[in-house]
T-cell receptor
Framework: SQTIHQWPATLVQPVGSPLSLECTVE??????LYWYRQAAGRGLQLLFY??????ISSEVPQNLSASRPQDRQFILSSKKLLLSDSGFYLC?????????????FGSGTRLTVV | AQSVTQPDIHITVSEGASLELRCNYS??????LFWYVQSPGQGLQLLLK??????LVQGIKGFEAEFKRSQSSFNLRKPSVHWSDAAEYFC???????????FGTGTRLQVFP
């Protein structure tokens, strides 16, 4: 069966420090991968999505970047965190070309920038 | 362009009461429609989905939703709410020409005993 792992679960980082959040998927090949952010009391904001290795689409201009070094690995990064980067980050995957099955989400990372 | 509206930000119901969460979408063709639930501090879990066939779909945890094309709606219902249903609920829409889902802003459900 397919599983998705996200880590760490929680993270407290000072302003100006770097960030690396990792997401891996097991049990499937060539998935679509997504990074979402959920700010306090707000909905889901799509940050990045990827349809293949090295193929990243950015939805909003921001302080973050994403990479997909392997088929089932998706990394969210920042060189210097801002206070506004605080939030709940969710990774998700879907079957390539079969979005009608929906997304499967990871359990999320709570990032607090202090 | 696709869009999703969840007009109710916060809903409070008593345990045992019926529930209906509203979702309206905008899309020119037949959309793919989803309801997700998020417990505090957790990821999103798929409750149910519609992409063709019977317009009344059954999901997990006793939830159902009905696709009404004439009203561009996909409302989520449950006949009797349990305290464990307290969570945030998201409606989402997708389409055959994109791999991206568009999510509504969510409805927070509070259940009183």
């Amino acid at each position: 069966s397919q599983t998705i792992h996200q880590w760490p679960a929680t993270l407290v980082q000072p302003v100006g420090s770097p960030l690396s959040l990792e997401c891996t998927v097991e049990g499937t090949s060539n998935p679509n991968l997504y990074w979402y952010r959920q700010a306090a009391g707000r909905g889901l904001q799509l940050l990045f999505y990827s349809v293949g290795i090295g193929q990243i689409s950015s939805e909003v201009p921001q302080n973050l970047s994403a990479s997909r070094p392997q088929d089932r690995q998706f990394i969210l990064s920042s060189k210097k965190l801002l206070l506004s980067d605080s939030g709940f980050y969710l990774c998700a995957w879907s079957v390539l070309g079969q979005t009608f099955y929906g997304y499967t989400f990871g359990s999320g990372t709570r990032l607090t920038v202090v | 362009a696709q869009s999703v509206t969840q007009p109710d930000i916060h809903i409070t119901v008593s345990e045992g009461a019926s529930l209906e969460l509203r979702c309206n979408y905008s899309y020119g063709a037949t959309p793919y429609l989803f309801w997700y639930v998020q417990s505090p501090g957790q990821g999103l879990q798929l409750l149910l989905k519609y992409f063709s066939g019977d317009t009344l779909v059954q999901g997990i945890k006793g939830f159902e939703a009905e696709f009404k094309r004439s009203q561009s709606s996909f409302n989520l219902r449950k006949p009797s709410v349990h305290w464990s249903d307290a969570a945030e609920y998201f409606c989402a829409v997708g389409a055959s020409n994109t791999d991206k889902l568009i999510f509504g802003t969510g409805t927070r459900l509070q259940v009183f005993p």
